[in-house]
T-cell receptor
Framework: AQSVTQLDSQVPVFEEAPVELRCNYS??????LFWYVQYPNQGLQLLLKYLSGSTLVKGINGFEAEFNKSQTSFHLRKPSVHISDTAEYFCAVISGGYNKLIFGAGTRLAVHP | DTAVSQTPKYLVTQMGNDKSIKCEQN?????MYWYKQDSKKFLKIMFSYNNKELIINETVPNRFSPKSPDKAHLNLHINSLELGDSAVYFC???????????FGPGTRLTVL
C-alpha cells in the first residue's frame, strides 16, 4: 500500500525567507502526487500536482515542487514566504484504481514577521 | 456558485444520537468522497462513490452509512454517535482518475 511521510510536523520561518517542506512517498510503478494547503478553519485547496512529464511542477501562490523518482521525494518549495502562507500543508499520493488519496500527516508552516 | 458545499458547517450533539451531513457538488463530477480529519489534523478517506455506486469503503464502523441519491450528492449518516466520532468531515469530488479532488469547507462534528 502507498504511504506518505512528511518529515517535519512544524516549520517556523521568517517572512521573505525561503522554505522547503519535505515529503517522501513509498515507491510504486506509477505515482500521482499532490500538495494541498489548508488555511485555518477552511477546506483543502490544491497547490500543485505531478501526474507525468516535467519533474519540476509550478503551482499557485509561487509554490513549486520537484518530483525525484530515485529518492521517492516530492518536496515543496517557495523562494520567499509571506505571512499569509501560514497554514497546514499536506502531501498526498493517489493509491489504487479509484483515485483514493493517501495523505501525509501534514506540516504546519508558521511565518513570522 | 460554490463548487463543493456541505451542510451543516458545525454540528454539536450528544452521544448516542443519529445525525446526517450533506454534500453537494455542482462541478459535474462523477466521483465523490468522504474524508475524516481527526484532532491531530490527520486526513483519512472513508468512502467514495462513482456515479451513485460505492467504490471505496475503508475500515469504518458500520454506524457510518453513506448515501448517494444522484451523482451530485453524497450524504453521510452516522448512527449512535460516540465521542471518538468528533472530527472534521470533508466531502470532495473529482472528474477522472489522476485528477485533483475538490474539497468542501468541512463539517466540524462535536460529540458531547
Amino acid at each position: 500500500a502507498q504511504s506518505v511521510t512528511q518529515l517535519d510536523s512544524q516549520v517556523p520561518v521568517f517572512e521573505e525567507a525561503p522554505v522547503e517542506l519535505r515529503c517522501n512517498y513509498s515507491s510504486s510503478v506509477s505515482v500521482y502526487l499532490f500538495w494541498y494547503v489548508q488555511y485555518p478553519n477552511q477546506g483543502l485547496q490544491l497547490l500543485l500536482k505531478y501526474l507525468s512529464g516535467s519533474t519540476l511542477v509550478k503551482g499557485i501562490n509561487g509554490f513549486e515542487a520537484e518530483f525525484n523518482k530515485s529518492q521517492t521525494s516530492f518536496h515543496l518549495r517557495k523562494p520567499s514566504v509571506h505571512i499569509s502562507d501560514t497554514a497546514e500543508y499536506f502531501c498526498a499520493v493517489i493509491s489504487g484504481g479509484y483515485n483514493k488519496l493517501i495523505f501525509g500527516a501534514g506540516t504546519r508552516l508558521a511565518v513570522h514577521p | 456558485d460554490t463548487a463543493v458545499s456541505q451542510t451543516p458547517k458545525y454540528l454539536v450533539t450528544q452521544m448516542g444520537n443519529d445525525k446526517s451531513i450533506k454534500c453537494e457538488q455542482n462541478l459535474g463530477h462523477d466521483t465523490m468522497y468522504w474524508y475524516k480529519q481527526d484532532s491531530k489534523k490527520f486526513l483519512k478517506i472513508m468512502f467514495s462513490y462513482n456515479n451513485k455506486e460505492l467504490i471505496i469503503n475503508e475500515t469504518v464502523p458500520n454506524r457510518f452509512s453513506p448515501k448517494s441519491p444522484d451523482k451530485a450528492h453524497l450524504n453521510l449518516h452516522i448512527n449512535s454517535l460516540e465521542l471518538g466520532d468528533s472530527a472534521v468531515y470533508f466531502c470532495a469530488s473529482s472528474p477522472v482518475k489522476g485528477n485533483e479532488q475538490f474539497f468542501g469547507p468541512g463539517t466540524r462534528l462535536t460529540v458531547l
